[in-house]
């Protein structure tokens, strides 16, 4: 329920929803639980958590990085749920979705991942790699326990496809405004507008956009069209500037990717 409170309470305001995706344990767990905490604070109405993995096959080279910088620096599936789990403590009401891939929770373990995630208070899960025909594997027992299961839909997903992906899906849909990998370029609104005229024909559910979003002036293009916008690449990259040579945390880390989100913020408006 939280993500539906969260679009509606966006709507009444008329303005785009804004989700902002972060690697956990990126660069550390101290620094990525200060930023992942604050996030809520400068204008995120919902948080992507990463969960951090060796062969993101849909990330591009910044999110890529960011797994690296936090696997090296230890962290693990558990850890991502800690984190979760002190996010949620902080901000009962802002809705929190794990994004990544199937690999570590396959390791981890199925039920016990879907048991963790809901008592850390965990909303909903992005799989990138898990088609609708694997729903047998992680989305039907998440749905039956509580968890919203957000599908992918892409430039390429035509209307023969459109209702398997939207079949078990729930929370909201998440548009991939471009082929490819994140962060490696934008989207027109043009093409964000008929996406989004094109998924409201299948489907309930808010529709947001994401990959290849980083400034305002793209969160305010995209929020004329969707009903929330998602930026990723552009927090990474402007955590990744704040680091030392060693890849470690400064001072300025998790505040400038604050001052990001907050600038970020001003887009949504309509």
Excluded at 2 to 18: D, G, T
Excluded at 62 to 79: E, F, H, K, P, V
Excluded at 122 to 136: F, S
């Amino acid at each position: 329920m939280r993500i539906a409170r969260a679009f509606a309470k966006a709507k009444e305001e008329n303005r785009a929803a804004l989700g902002i995706f972060v690697t956990g344990g990126d660069p550390d767990l101290e620094t990525s639980r200060e930023i992942l905490l604050g996030l809520p604070d400068h204008g995120a109405d919902f948080v992507e958590l990463g969960m951090p993995f060796s062969d993101p096959m849909a990330d591009g080279p910044a999110i890529q990085a960011s797994s690296l910088r936090a696997l090296r620096a230890g962290t693990r599936l558990g850890d991502v749920l800690d984190l979760a789990r002190a996010f949620r403590a902080r901000h009962p009401d802002v809705p929190l979705i794990l994004m990544g891939y199937y690999n570590p929770i396959y390791i981890y373990g199925v039920d016990r991942f879907i048991t963790d995630a809901i008592k850390a208070g965990v909303d909903g899960l992005i799989m990138v790699d898990l088609p609708p025909e694997e729903d047998d594997e992680l989305c039907l027992p998440a749905r039956a326990a509580g968890l919203d299961f957000i599908r992918l839909i892409t430039p390429t997903t035509d209307d023969a496809r459109m209702p398997q992906v939207m079949a078990n899906s729930s929370g909201f849909v998440y548009y991939v405004s471009i082929t490819g990998i994140t962060g490696t370029r934008s989207a027109s609104g043009d093409s964000i507008r008929d996406a989004m005229a094109r998924i409201r024909k299948a489907s309930d559910l808010p529709a947001v956009v994401g990959f290849g979003i980083r400034t305002a002036a793209q969160v305010n293009e995209a929020a004329q069209h969707a009903d929330g916008v998602v930026v990723g690449s552009a927090a990474v990259d402007t955590l990744a500037a704040t680091l030392t040579e060693g890849n470690s945390a400064s001072a300025n880390t998790a505040s400038e990717v604050l001052a990001l989100v907050s600038e970020l913020a001003k887009g949504c408006a309509r």
